[in-house]
């Protein structure tokens, strides 16, 4: 099976802007979820999506939304970017208790 | 909520050595527990998981163990190598409800492994 992909994988916003992110979970896999990496904050849970629903959220401003699409690929975005939005934003893909990661999408917020 | 506590930060150790990363959580009701492995560029790797109703589990040269009374789990990596150099990370999870989808990771550990 092919593993979990997001794109892009790079972005360069400035402050003010929004930003749209997107994740292909694993074929099969109708649970999917977003967690924000940075070197102070470690890896915070965002949100998850299970068919088409939003199940469970994070502490994050309502800045941050999502959603999740009929054939589980799941959007993330984030308005009026401020520069402490810059990290590595990535999604895993589970069928159960398991997750198994994507690359991630490196933001940097100028 | 829960808290998840891995110690510790960084580990230095001789190849063919073995290495311990040890976690700590806070909220009784959390029954999954899995391990991973991230190297540079990449997304987190799970590597070994363990749930509530097992005490440990190994697979190869990696073994976790849990402790429920204590609330604490441990990775243990036996005969490490360079290519085991990486940053591991603990993460606990309860079932259902409100923790749908929901890991809560310890800070990370930073293994190095020395040929």
């Known amino acids: 099976k092919a593993g979990v992909t997001q794109t892009p994988r790079y972005l360069i916003k400035t402050r003010g802007q929004q930003v749209t992110l997107s994740c292909s979970p694993i074929?099969?896999?109708?649970?999917v979820s977003w967690y924000q990496q940075t070197p102070g904050q470690g890896l915070q849970f965002l949100f998850e999506?299970?068919?088409?629903?939003?199940?469970n959220k994070g502490n994050f401003p309502g800045r941050f939304s999502g959603r999740q699409f009929s054939n589980s690929r799941s959007e993330m975005n984030v308005s009026t970017l401020e520069l402490g939005d810059s990290a590595l934003y990535l999604c895993a893909s589970s069928d159960r208790d398991e997750q198994f990661f994507g690359p991630g999408t490196r933001l940097t917020v100028l | 909520g829960e808290n998840v506590e891995q110690h510790p930060s960084t580990l230095s150790v001789q190849e063919g050595d073995s290495a311990v990363i040890k976690c700590t959580y806070s909220?009784?009701?959390?029954?999954?527990f899995p391990w991973y492995k991230q190297e540079l560029g990449k997304g987190p790797q799970l590597i070994i998981d363990i749930r509530s109703n097992v005490g440990e589990k190994k697979d190869q040269r990696i073994a976790v163990t849990l402790n429920k009374t204590a609330k604490h789990f441990s990775l243990h990596i036996t005969e490490t190598q360079p290519e085991d150099s990486a940053v591991y990370f603990c993460a606990a999870k309860k079932a259902g409800g409100t923790s749908y989808g929901k890991l809560t990771f310890g800070q990370g550990t930073i293994l190095t492994v020395h040929p």
């Open positions: 999506y299970f068919s088409e629903t939003q199940r």
């Open positions: 909220d009784s009701a959390s029954n999954y």
């Open positions: 074929s099969g896999h109708r649970s």
